[in-house]
């Protein structure tokens, strides 16, 4: 998998110098291609960079975060914004959320949510990806397109690289290489990942209860899903409903 082009936006310069330190851009796929102090200079570089992912405060001069994107998703539609700021409050959320962020993060950040936040949105990127690819991919992207629909259409079941191995007729140790090279994350956290996105719409627009919830999803335990759910939300799954139902 190529990497992924990074812009950094904030108009603190610590901040900035704190992300390229302190994080492990290269363990994640990733390269930071550009940086922006103010709202005007971060839509140039989106325009000139091209970053597959911005990582922007809300609160930077010129222009804000949510105006930036706003303005940005007419002409590049697949870039994921990720917006990382001060600012605990649910009508920020809600706004961002109607912009389509892919995640929203409060500083100071911690480095292992942030991870885990990259590697889920890897996995959005892929899902668009082969949502837009043609025919003529290639056989690796076909056999990996293959695999995912299958997790996304058995999710309910035990699954394992083991029992993907027979239903494909490959090597174990070869499916698992496919998820690192064409998704860039391993299997289990891609798996963990459809997972949860299901479960937050399940939450989300059905009555079902969390153990029925935990069993659509994978989980015989309710008690194991609700420390998966919460290790990916920092939320429980009753705390992720009445947060979004009851605003």
């Known amino acids: 998998m190529k990497k992924l082009k990074v812009l950094l936006v904030d108009d603190e310069i610590m901040i900035r110098e704190g992300f390229k330190r302190l994080f492990p851009w290269d363990e994640h796929d990733c390269e930071i291609v550009g940086e922006a102090a103010d709202g005007l200079e971060a839509l140039g570089k989106i325009d000139s960079l091209l970053p597959d992912i911005v990582i922007m405060d809300i609160n930077i001069p010129i222009m804000n975060g949510l105006k930036v994107i706003q303005s ?15 600012y605990d409050d649910f009508a920020y959320c809600q706004q961002a959320l109607r912009l389509q962020i892919t995640d929203y993060i409060l ?30 991919k290639k056989q690796e992207e076909r056999v990996i397109v293959g695999i995912t629909k299958f997790l996304q259409e058995h999710l309910a079941e035990e699954i394992s690289l083991a029992a993907l191995a027979d239903e494909f007729h490959l090597n174990s140790q070869y499916i698992s290489q496919l998820f690192k090279n064409e998704i860039g994350v391993g299997f289990h956290v891609y798996l963990t990942n459809i997972r949860m996105e ?50």
């Open 72 to 86: 940005s998703r007419m002409k590049h539609p697949s870039t994921a914004f990720v917006i990382v700021s001060g």
């Open 107 to 136: 500083k100071p950040v911690n480095y292992e949510e942030f991870g885990t936040c990259i590697d889920n949105l890897k996995v959005s990127l892929f899902q668009q990806r082969i949502e837009s690819s043609d025919a003529d």
């Open 198 to 247: 299901k479960a937050k719409k399940l939450l989300l627009t059905t009555a079902l209860s969390i153990a029925e919830i935990a069993e659509l999803t994978g989980y015989n335990d309710y008690r194991v899903f609700t420390k998966v759910f919460k290790k990916s939300e920092n939320i429980t799954p009753t705390q992720y409903r009445r947060e979004f139902l009851e605003k």
